[in-house]
């Protein structure tokens, strides 16, 4: 998309480039549009391609034609009625200090929810219930504070699971040979929870890989 608009666009595209915006794309805009007054969490800016835009900033109304070029900065309330036979705009967004933000959410989405490379981090963080399950699990190889079922019930919320659906969630990591029941020295009838050491490693290895990457987005944006 760049590149065509690159090639489309030369001259508006270079000012907007120039000008330290992230993102530029190519809008089109429907006829009599009206956006209500709205902000945004970000610097936006656009250049009139084809039609006409007014826009009202609370403290005053511009008309923009072909070649006019705005910018609102972030959190600035504004509003845009698009005129009657629509308008193409240049859009520019500067996402100022939330580029980091995105960047550590992409991450977050690529390495929790949208995993495809390990079928086990896409199991545990399928659910929040499961999620608070295994990595409560994990921490205890480092706390040596050992956890029972009752205990579980207690750090689960509720809207998240019913006991019956922890239950399961435990069972089923049993099975699967995730999770490890044992038993204390102390009371033999008190049953304890704990990881295996293949899947403890495996969340160890995990959490390395996301700490990199953490440390790579804030040193480059």
């Keep these: 998309m760049d590149t065509n608009l690159r090639d489309l666009y030369p001259k508006e595209y270079i000012k907007i480039k120039n000008l330290g915006y992230d993102t530029i794309d190519r809008r089109k805009l429907e006829p009599n549009k009206n956006t209500g007054f709205h902000t945004h969490p970000f610097t936006a800016c656009m250049i009139i391609l084809e039609g006409k835009v007014l826009l009202n900033n609370v403290s005053e109304e511009i008309v923009l034609k072909k070649g006019d070029f705005i910018s609102v900065d972030n959190n600035i309330s504004h509003n845009e009625k698009i005129g009657p036979k629509g308008a193409v705009v240049l859009y520019g967004k500067k996402l100022d200090e939330n580029k980091q933000n995105i960047a550590i959410i992409e991450d977050s989405l690529n390495g929790l929810y949208l995993e495809t490379n390990n079928q086990f981090i896409s199991f545990i963080t399928i659910t929040p219930a499961s999620y608070i399950l295994y ?24 809207k998240y699971a019913s006991r019956s659906t922890i239950i399961n969630l435990i069972n089923n990591g049993i099975n699967r040979k995730y999770i490890k029941k044992t038993r204390t020295h102390l009371d033999k009838r008190a049953v304890y929870y704990e990881l295996s050491d293949d899947i403890f490693y495996e969340i160890e290895s995990w959490i390395k890989v996301r700490k990199s990457k953490l440390v790579n987005i804030l040193r480059d944006t």
Excluded: A, G, M
């Excluded at 409560?136 to 919320?157: A, C, G, V």
């Design 135 to 158: 990595l409560t699990l994990y921490k205890q190889h480092y706390s040596e504070i050992w956890i029972n079922q009752e205990d579980i019930f207690k750090l689960i919320p509720r």
